[in-house]
C-alpha cells in the first residue's frame, strides 16, 4: 500500500485500511513510548491537535500550522509567554497569545524614544517600569522632571513612544499625574496615550516634575519578540 502522510489519512475510505486498524506512533520521551492508535484516530490528527494541544519553544506565529481553536504551549515561556491560541485562518499565522506576563520591566529613557525634553530627577537617565500580562498594560512612573518646556506637540522631543507590544489599543487620556513646581504640589495633568505615543494633554514648564504614577490600559499589540529594557522586582 501507498505510503499516506497523516494528514491525508481523513482522505481514506477504503484502499485497505479499516477504521479499527491500529498504527504504532512513538511518543518522544524520557524513555521513548510507543502507543498503537487506530486508522480513525489518525485521520483526526488535526482535531486532537486542536483539542489536546501542541507545544514546543518559542512562538508558533509562522511556524506551527493548526486549524482555529487549536492551542499550543511554549514550554521555555519565551519572552514570558506561555499558552497560545489559534485565532485565525487554516495555515501557520494567526496565534495570538492567551496567557503571558512579561514580569516587571525597568526601561529607561533611551527605550522610549530618548525624548531630549525629560530627564531623571536631578538631570539623571529616568526610569520607568512596565509590564504586560495577556493584553494587560500597567507602567508606573516614579518621578521625571522637564529639562525644557514640556508641551503636548506630537515632535520625538515631547513624547514617549511606547516599545512594541506595550502600545494602547486606543487613544486615552490619565489624569492620575501630579506636577510639582519647587516642591510644591500643583494640579493634575492629563497624560494622553495614543497608540505607543505617551505625551501630556496641556503643556508643562521647565524644571516642573511629575509625581509617582501609575497607568493601566488595554493592548492589541501582538506579544513582544524581544522584552525591553530589564527584569525588575
Known amino acids: 500500500m501507498t505510503t499516506k502522510k497523516i494528514t491525508e489519512l481523513n482522505t481514506l475510505t477504503g484502499a485497505g485500511v479499516a477504521n479499527t486498524d491500529l498504527f504504532p506512533v512513538v511518543d518522544r520521551g524520557t524513555p521513548d513510548e510507543t502507543k498503537a492508535i ?4 489518525l485521520a483526526q490528527m488535526p482535531q486532537l491537535s486542536s483539542r489536546y494541544g501542541l507545544s514546543g519553544t518559542g512562538s508558533p506565529e509562522g511556524v506551527v500550522t493548526a486549524s482555529v481553536g487549536a492551542r499550543y504551549t511554549d514550554t521555555a515561556a519565551t519572552t514570558g509567554a506561555i499558552l497560545w491560541v489559534k485565532a485565525s485562518g487554516s495555515g501557520n499565522t494567526g496565534w495570538v497569545v492567551e496567557h503571558g506576563d512579561t514580569g516587571w520591566r525597568t ?43 514640556w508641551t503636548n506637540t506630537d515632535t520625538a522631543d515631547n513624547r514617549v513612544t511606547l516599545p512594541t507590544g506595550f502600545a494602547a489599543s486606543a487613544l486615552m487620556t490619565d489624569t492620575r499625574a501630579t506636577v510639582a513646581r519647587n516642591g510644591t504640589t500643583g ?18 514648564a521647565a524644571s516642573q516634575s511629575l509625581g509617582n504614577f501609575m497607568i493601566s490600559f488595554m493592548t492589541s499589540d501582538a506579544w513582544p519578540a524581544s522584552l525591553p529594557g530589564t527584569a525588575s522586582v
Do not use: C, W, Y
Not at 520607568?128 to 500580562?133: K, L
Not at 494640579?187 to 508643562?204: E, H, N, T, W, Y
Open 38 to 41: 487506530t486508522a480513525d484516530q
Open 107 to 149: 526601561v529607561n529613557k533611551v527605550d522610549l524614544g530618548n525624548p531630549a525634553n525629560l530627564s531623571g530627577i536631578g538631570g539623571g537617565n529616568f526610569s520607568v517600569r512596565m509590564r504586560r500580562r495577556d493584553d494587560h498594560v500597567v507602567i508606573r512612573v516614579i518621578e521625571v522632571e522637564t529639562n525644557a518646556s
Open 187 to 204: 494640579a493634575a495633568v492629563f497624560i494622553q496615550l495614543d497608540g505607543a505615543k505617551v505625551r501630556p494633554g496641556s503643556g508643562m
